[in-house]
């Protein structure tokens, strides 16, 4: 009666509050918001219903983290009110029970947070149904859906939430302290999640995140189907069980804690200081009061006591500090300031070490790596660091509210001074807690790098980056969320709107904002690397800044003019006050505020839509679609194919310009004359075109970008033309999204192809996505045809015959593909001509910088020449080039002698600017960003996989790559091919473990977790697929079958298809090349890893060992198989097994006994083997060659000896 | 230092109307404001410290207003404040003592006696630091100015307050009900500090406790429901009334009946047996005799409405 009694008062006392309402309508618009961006953006990519289950638990997650950001209070006010406001004494001593005051109270809570997490699936409903809504992508209404997503996910939310969110707050006896319980779990669940992830770890994240960030959203991801993501409803068990059980276990046993620790009893004040002396069992004495006392009346005291105090510029300046100190002080020793101060600066030493790496190989950790880990932009909502703003909004409403909330307002308030030094005091506060987090987070990157032992500290460089430019990222948005919490003068409400505002600003898009400078605090972003420095990334994040920074005063001034001091609250009052702050200086401020915020808006939007196009999604929607509408027609029009190309490109790094003249050969390999071509000049760049003949224009769309000449004379069968083109390539002002980084000092690369003009109407110009298209009454389109579809399947062109001179800046170095024919000065520019000796790509990949170059030779035996292989880096870069070149020399000698000659005479490598570790094949070509030359794997010969070998021979492989049809399964001809190519040139070169540990190294769940249904390979288009399960069914099969078979099979598929003009091969050609070559007995394996989606259960049960003789054992192997296939709607099949297994038996030391395939079929079975040692341990498959969905139990230890 | 306080009106926005025309003038010296809980002196008080806006004058009415007279020894320091318009000049000259304040318990009573002489203006270290070590003294705190204002009791938080207010000498000095909550002894102390300020300063203390005013303040107002109902010396007043109180010592039971026939003005339990004061300027007969008036018959009397100071209401 009385828990009912306790219960009721504090759920209707709440439920009166405005901050709950407010609470409710934020989630409902935000719930809103997201179904009809997110989920349908995510609808619209993968064709799948925008009120499916999944669309509605991944909104349902969403929500529930804006829930935890701003709903703590809830929790917070009911368990710490009654200390908070003093009136506990009351409380307490009525007679009630811990368990009717905490339960009835807890119980509110839970209820009226279950009832803000209903409104988010009332805001999905509403999001779907609710007219604006594609009919298309609406499934049918199935309660279950939203059911399963508010009982599995948002009721254990709010449980855990309200756990510990209402002992933390009891415990500390102030609202606001739930926070603390929204934080932690806030960070467990996406900051440390995200952490894990990028580890590889998303089975710890899955256990760890308490919302469920991750084991909802990253894991169904992509674990489920469309088809499933459609259909199938969330169901409590496995992963979401096991986490839910956990984290309900965890709240339980929080509650329990705050239950026991919780006493009716007065309040003593105790701190930190104070339990630590209490431990120590050091007794401060009690503080006395003088005795009475006659009051001292010297005239000393007296004299002091009536000194005037001075009023000047000095004494606010002065007062301004003291309130900074205090602000700063009081933030910095509170929970929150001990998070911000200690607890992530010291996370940040380990996370910084952790993440000195890529793919598990060890990064150099030098100063702009660090720097990659502790910068972020405020928007970036997926950043880790996105704790910073929330903790700031946190201080922000803690230094407006210290003196009022210590009850100190009134006689502060009646202190002299403007209000100016008191709002500027507090901001200054924060300020000082920004630069001692940069700072201490600077120490905790040097700190980093001292423990993974390196030294060069670039203490300029830190200073700049954290002080130059992350401050001022967080400090706009501090000004703002203390703006907020000034203005709307309600804690609860302040930290709601504040919250809301930095939601805004990170995912402006789904707000409908899309421009830099409707996006508060936004701008381009910048860049650093080795190479180019800042290059021309600073200067537009400036401006935008300077724009956002007159804003910022402009909030300043309205958060001064509106600033409550005294008791008067109303706002009609407060307005009053403001009109009589605005004058003298403030108001000349405001003006220059509004000036500034006007001539820096005006002169940026000049930049970025006046002298630039400024492009919204839709408008570029738009544009495609009215390229298909206007010119789809063309698509089949009979076009001459690019023979040959030769450019002359003129680089001009230090302004950022470049001018491309070029002649194309077009030859006429149809059947009939040709007298029309279409031309699409490049986007962004100045084209203008001439033929060898004459010509004239019939269709000349320049904005669309599309152009027919008519040819005087008819281009004849096997005839060519000459097509001349001279292209500008300069930037005006700077862009919305900053300044286009193709052309700096010190690292320009561009792919000349994109900016030189192409031939025909481009397919790749048209809208892809399924409702775009619709949007516009265009017929859907594959993204990539069917396997099937032998329309779609064109024939080989034979290449282009490249030849380039590229002329750059004196000091510069320019690279083209090809080899260097000859190279020159002239007035002052630096000539390079690069010649191609055999047809390459479409990808005519330039760079120019200041290279150090290092030359090589390998010789072509069977080719008799010799291949030029040159190394253009950037100097201090020399880590890998050993590496490189080792690797290379390798697999040219392996893949020639197995797959086929090498086609040029030349290879050239180059490093371009970026902090990324990827490299990228291109013909007779490759290139890798600078941090490639930071990989430090071990050195060889150690345990340890030496990953940059193996990925240069991946993509020296690519030079062997087959011309292939852009249908499905093409990933798959390039990438597992290649993989497989390099697998086999790591075993070759640097032995069988080392290609373990690659194997080991692939099969890891990052960055390509695997996935189990869906596609068979042969129609594979994942990452998951063509970088991993391609090369290890190709593995598997050169383990059964011998990799002779399979190189041949390959030699063969190359050799064929190399040859001008025959069909582009598919997967379906390498099928039945792999077919050929593999015995009878094995064809249904290669069935089992192509055609179908197959696993195979298999797992060792139990080992038993007898001794037979002196030297003999004999082992008697329990085990188990069970072959499953999926198919592409998650539907799973068991089928019959016979198949061809390892088995292999250990002895001490983990020595080989034993390793053969036995034939095993479905269900339980027994083996008996006989091996000459003492047999120790068994497994079943032991090399991973089939794949099994649960690896760990197919190996199990001996059973104690039996003595015969 | 004269202050004036002329037509000065304040209603909540739930209707209450805390202030309703008040008019009075406050010269040098401690001035006491009289009156029950809630009669409008915390408004009032807040008023005169900056915190709070009168309702703006109607249209035709006189003008309403607070002047504070600077009359200072120099002819140069003489000069008019408007209280409500000048609020930061008012508040270089201000000390005050609200009637419910709170301190940073964490916060050492001299660091944070300092951070407030910063906010009062005081920017040179050294006549800081000589300012807080006075005021300590003064107000007795100096032996545990090292403590955490924490763990100090009523009375000594009750003078940190005054420390806080006395700083920089204030002319215009509001102390809004301080001895409350404060034991006989504390009280006594406090009193003290406030009387050697009243010399050269305006001193404005509210309180409802009658002994405050008659033990310091020279001059005195008695207000309830926002009205001004005697404006008055306190000597003056309690010889005004001399011949006018008359006193009776009866049984409870009699009680309601000598209040319907007299205008009684309290009623007070001593020795268990009930003392009835009544107002009245010739003898009433019935056993009562004549009282010596004290100033809590002048209190009880104006509430009562048997006086005040406003003309034609004079009984």
Redesign the interface.
Known sequence: MKLREIFRFEFMYQIRQVWTWLFFAALLVFSFLMTRDGSLAEALHDDFFVNSPFAIAKTTIAGNLIWLLITAVIAGEAASRDVATRMHPLVYTAPISRLQYLGGRFLATLALNALMLLVVQIGIILGVYLPGMDPEVIGPFRPAAFLTAFAFLSLPNAFIATALQFTIASGAGRPMAAYLGSMILFFMSYILGLILLFNGRQDLANILDPVGVHFILSELSHLWTTTEKNYRLLTLDGIVLTNRMLWSGVAIVFMFIGYFRFQFRHRVLADLGDQLLKMMRIRKGPIHDAELAIIPTDAATRIAAEAEPAFSLSSELRKTGAIAWSSFASSATSWAGIAMLVVIPLMCIPVIIDQMESNGVPLLPTTVQVLTEITTALSSETSRWVIIPLLMIFFAGEVVWKEREAGLGEITDAMPGSEWSVLLGKFFGLTFILIAYLSLTICAGIAAQAILGYDYFEIGLYLTTMFGLQLPEYLLFTLLALAIHVVVNQKYIGHLLAVIAYVMIALAPMFGLEHNLLIFGAGPAWSYTDMRGFGNSVMPWLWFKLYWTAWCLLIAIAAYLLWVRGKETNFSVRLRAGRNRLKGVTRVMCVIAVTLVLSLGAFIFYNTNILNDYQTDGDIKAMRARYEILYGKYAAMDQPRLYGTKLNIDIHPSIAQARIKGVYTLLNKGREPIDTIAISPAHGVQTKVSFSQMSTALVSDDELGFYIYKLEQPLHVNDSIHLMFDVSVEQRGFRENGLDNSIVENGSQFNAANWCPSIGYQRSGELMEVADRREYNLTPRPIIPSLYDSQAIGKYSGGIRFEAIVSTEQEETAVAPGLLHKQWSDNGRSYFHYIADAPIGGEWSIFSAQYATRNSHWYDSAQNRSVAIQIFHHPPHTANLERMTTSINASLAYYTKEFGPYKHGHLTLVEHPGNGTGMHADASMISFSEGFSLWVPSKEGSRSLDLPYAITSHEMAHQWTLPYASVEGAPVMSESLAWYYGLKAVQHSRGESELHRLLGFMRQPYPYPPIRRGEPLLRGLDPYLSYRRGPFALYTLSEYAGDEKVNEALKNLLAKHRIENTPLATTLDLYNELKTVTPDTLQSLLHDLFQVNTYWELRTKRMSVSKTGSRRWRVMLDIEAEKVVDDSTGVETTIPMRDFVEIGIYGEDGNVLYLKKHLVNSGEQQLTIHVNEKPLRARIDPRHLLIDINPDDNIVDAASLQQE | MTLTISNISKTY?NGVQALKNVTLTIPNGMYGLLGPNGAGKSTLM?ML?????PDPSPAGQPGSGILLFASGGSSASARTIDVL?EK?EV??T?G???Q???????AKAEDLLD??????????RK?RQ??V???L??T??W??RR?RL????G??RQRF?VA??????PKLLIVDEPTAGLDP?ERV?FL??LS?LGESSVVLLSTHIVEDVSELCSRMAIINKGEILLETQPLTAIRDLRGKIWRLIIDRSSLSRIESNHRVISTKLFAGQTVVRVFSPENPGNGFEVAEPDLEDVYFATMAGHISSRPGQMI
């Open positions: 926005p807040r410290a900056t915190l709070q806006e318009k930061d508040r270089k201000l005050y003592l609200p419910e304040f709170g301190v940073y318990p964490k951070h407030f002489a910063i906010l009062k203006g005081f920017s040179n006549s000589e300012v070590d006075a005021l003294k003064k007795n705190l032996h545990v403590q924490g763990g100090y009791s009375g000594m307050g806080v207010a006395l700083l920089g000498s002894a102390r003290n500090l050697e």
